[in-house]
Nanobody
């Protein structure tokens, strides 16, 4: 079993930055892909970014390219999402998840964290 715990959310003004962390424990994730998703009130959960734990390859949704960076620290078993130049439309609950392939769809991810709230004000 895998446990994922997110942290780092909060309230920030537009143009500001936050760094989210996702600490993983349990079985090894060396063959997994780690993803970040977000869900705004009344909307579906959407893909944000993913990183392959083994080779470090990354992929982003278009609206966050150039503003968000996903990274990993193998020694700490932690994945990060650095979010810069935040916009009000980035407001959502952000979830960390793990999958057994380079997927971007919710249904392909097997393990999920509890989520962390990010609120961006004008």
């Amino acid at each position: 079993q895998v446990q994922l715990v997110e942290s780092g959310g909060g309230l920030v003004q537009a143009g500001g930055s936050l760094r989210l962390s996702c600490a993983a424990s349990g079985r090894t994730l060396s063959r997994h892909t780690m993803g970040w998703f977000r869900q705004a009130p009344g909307k579906e959960r959407d893909f944000v970014a993913r990183i392959n734990w083994s080779d470090g390859s990354t992929y982003y949704r278009n609206s966050v390219k150039g503003r968000f960076t996903i990274s990993r620290d193998n020694a700490k078993n932690t994945v990060y999402l650095q979010m810069n130049n935040l916009k009000p439309e980035d407001t959502a609950v952000y979830y960390c998840a793990a999958a057994r392939g380079n997927y971007i769809t919710v249904q392909n991810y097997d393990y999920w964290g509890q989520g962390t709230q990010v609120t961006v004000s004008l």
